[in-house]
């Protein structure tokens, strides 16, 4: 049976994972190599990363990172932030990467997402979206509150329905989606199980679920009740608070389909 | 996905002394080789469109005939059959009989990403694929077609996905794995081991 997924996050700036916190277990906190193998060899199913890098001319930093990463662990790891065109796709993944993720792009340009599902395959393109809760809107084609995506890093509101962008992105040929909750991230409380739940609903495509998570309930919560097929942290196992063992050690006795 | 680079890096753990893992684009390069193996990036029709326009279609078919081993990963193991719903009219390697159909039911996403398990089907002599890898031990899926084989002898490992299709298939000295070994960490590399040291 296909298991959950769960994913460590890892925010890369400058070909330096950020918050680097110093641990027994890694001789230098900010290598994203060393943190890509503590994560292979801690029982994760798959790694992201995020980079983070403020200026376009460093951009080339994250492809070493990126290939470095690829010779050193045999798990999927898909890359996204600030990529803009067919052409960072394309590098990503001559680099090694296994997914790219598209957020501010896919959003500008939609096509991006058909041109590059063709091209390279569904399997390795992931919409991501961040969203936002409209308070007190109901959306009535789809029976739902409203959420609005969110582009530029969660800086500029776009008016666009999440439901309306997902079903859309899967038209397209997007084979996941990484779905954020704006109004959870951060906030330790559990993730945007609504959210969560209404996008599984609305499409039939893989989707992870991020921000929030706090305690191990959160996982189950949104793993099987929501419907989410991953769930990604981020500063919860940056910070080991939980190790990627705890949260499947407790996925696992409360029933839960999961690797070991 | 079916990333060349991965395959290779992968490789590289095992080779080494007289095995070497080169990457061929060319059917003179291809005359040369051991073992094959073939990961799969595209369409079912663009790659076997690729395969003949390179003049590699001869050359793999003449070289799997005469016993080198062959591994096809995902779309390199789809290519092995006759045909595919991915891509109607296009014509596979068809050393295996049978077909190449797509996941359709509401029940479950498409693609089917992640990890699930693979389960032995019997004790056949191809099961050397999967020599000390526990079965039922998961593996990394990345696909939205699965093979059909018309002979069930040549299924050495299935996989349930709403449906039970036919994870790992063998005949003789050809192999086809649907999931990704390169990227199932230690089970997928025991598998590439257990390939490069047939």
Known sequence: ?260 | MGNIGSVMNACARFAGGSSQAVIVSEAEQLKYADKIILPGVGSFGEAAAELKARKLLETLKAKIQEGAPFLGICLGMHLLLERSQESPGAKGLGLIKGEVLKFKSAKIKVPHIGWNDINAKSKTQNAKILKDVADGSYVYFCHSYYVKPDDEDVVVAITDYGLKFASIIAKDNIFGIQFHPEKSQAAGLKILENFIKL
């Open chain 1, 1 to 260: 049976m296909l298991t959950k997924r769960i994913i460590p996050c890892l925010d890369v700036k400058d070909g330096r994972v950020v918050k680097g916190v110093k641990f027994e277990d890694l001789k230098d906190a900010g290598d994203p190599v060393e943190n890509a193998v503590y994560y292979d060899k801690a029982g994760a199913d798959e790694l992201v990363f995020l980079d983070i890098t403020a200026s376009s001319d460093k951009r080339d930093i994250i492809l070493d990172v990126v290939k470095r990463v690829a010779e050193s662990i045999f798990m999927p790891f898909t890359v996204g932030g600030g990529v803009r065109n067919i052409d960072d796709i394309r590098a990503l993944l001559n680099a090694g990467a296994d997914k790219v993720s598209i957020n501010t792009a896919a959003v500008k340009n939609p096509g991006l997402i058909k041109e590059t599902s063709q091209r390279f395959g569904s399997q390795c393109i992931v919409v991501a979206i961040d969203a936002k809760l409209i308070p007190n809107t109901q959306y009535p084609i789809h029976n739902t509150k409203h959420w609005e995506v969110y582009v530029n890093g969660g800086r500029t509101s776009t008016g666009i329905d999440v439901i309306d962008w997902v079903k859309k992105a899967e038209g397209l040929g997007a084979g996941e989606v990484l779905l954020t909750s704006m109004d959870c991230d951060g906030t330790k409380d559990g993730y945007d199980t609504e959210l969560t739940r209404a996008v599984s609903r609305a499409v039939n495509i893989a989707v992870i679920a991020s921000g929030g998570a706090g305690r191990l309930e959160h996982f189950y919560e949104v793993l099987a009740d929501a419907g989410a097929d991953a769930a990604l942290a981020a500063s919860l196992f940056h910070y080991r608070e939980f190790s990627v063992k705890e949260v499947k050690d407790y996925l696992i006795k409360r029933g839960a389909s999961i690797r070991i």
